[in-house]
């Protein structure tokens, strides 16, 4: 995205906004609710325009692309949504192979062998049959992810993967992230949830009052002495003003050790 400003109804959401997706790397998007965290995945998957700026889908601005070249380079593209987003009508092994099944380019043995695959990715390949209502809100999210990767996308946006999980179904979310990444995917997330995303991520945007404050590592949030950043990082009210000794107990709490 590059100096990206959208508005809704006349109110200024994000204001001359860049965002570069690395190949291989996971991308956070951080600020406080209602800043405009979301909107930015919309808008990067074509669902809302942008009032002025320019996106770029692998170097190429989908501004005046043709529909079916979109369809395309869309089909790079996978989702998760923060609920899963499941069909209730369909079970999980027909949620999971949706996608292949309406591009109509695969026989149907070739689909059940790819969703079987993305299912024990996952680590549900007995839920195969079972309908989402049957399943806890933790193997959801897997089977979301199960049916994000059906299609082999390159890209793969996360919005809040780990909200309503227990500590189990966080990390489980957190080990298949960072699976996915070893696999070379790319991958954005917006979350609230700053220990999953310490966990799985090498770089993030700060998003703050309709702008991008940073852009960087997590190092460079640590040692950021902007105010909005270090208020956002303080886990109480009362500690606002002690940040010094909040901010790095909670960045490096959760970076994970590397190998
Ligand atoms: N369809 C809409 N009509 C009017 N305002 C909207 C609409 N969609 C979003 N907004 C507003 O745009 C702003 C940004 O919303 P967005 O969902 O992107 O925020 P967010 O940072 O993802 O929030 P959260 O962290 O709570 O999910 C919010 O103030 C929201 O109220």
């Given at each position: 995205?590059e ?8 109110r ?15 991308r956070?998007i951080l ?11 919309k808008l ?5 325009k942008?009032?002025?700026?320019a ?9 005046g ?11 790079n593209?996978?989702?998760?949504f923060?609920w ?6 369909m079970?999980?092994?027909?949620n999971?192979g ?8 695969l ?10 695959e ?12 079972l ?7 933790g193997m959801k999210?897997?089977?979301a992810?199960?049916r ?21 179904g ?12 070893q696999q070379?995917?790319t991958t954005?997330m ?12 090498q770089?993030?945007?700060?998003l ?7 852009d ?9 002495d ?16 002690i940040?010094?000794?909040i901010?790095?107990p909670?960045?490096?709490l ?6």
């Amino acid at each position: 995205m590059e100096k990206v400003s959208y508005s809704i109804g006349g109110r200024q959401i994000i204001r001359n906004f860049d965002l570069t997706l690395e190949k291989g790397v996971n991308r956070t998007i951080l600020g406080v609710s209602g800043v405009g965290k979301t909107t930015i995945l919309k808008l990067l998957l074509g669902l809302l325009k942008p009032d002025s700026g320019a996106i770029y889908l692998n170097g190429r601005p989908i501004a005046g692309m043709r529909e079916n070249e979109l369809s395309v380079l869309r089909r790079n593209i996978a989702i998760v949504f923060q609920w899963g987003a499941l069909f209730d009508s369909m079970t999980v092994g027909e949620n999971v192979g949706y996608r292949l099944f309406e591009e109509g380019t695969l026989e149907l043995a070739e689909i059940k062998r790819i969703v079987l695959e993305k299912l024990s990715f996952v680590g549900l390949e007995n839920t195969i049959d079972l309908y989402p209502a049957e399943l806890s809100g933790g193997m959801k999210k897997r089977v979301a992810i199960a049916r994000a990767i059906a299609a082999e996308p390159e890209y793969i946006f996360f919005d809040e993967p780990t909200t309503g999980l227990d500590p189990i179904g966080i990390y489980n979310i957190r080990h298949l992230m960072q699976m996915l990444q070893q696999q070379g995917k790319t991958t954005l997330m917006v979350t609230h949830d700053l220990h999953t995303a310490f966990a799985v991520s090498q770089k993030f945007s700060f998003l703050h009052d309709t702008r991008l404050i940073l852009d960087g590592t997590a190092d460079d949030l640590k040692n950021c002495d902007d105010n909005a950043i270090r208020e956002f990082f303080s886990p109480t009210r009362e500690s606002l003003f002690i940040t010094d000794h909040i901010v790095e107990p909670i960045i490096g709490l959760a970076i994970p050790h590397k190998e």
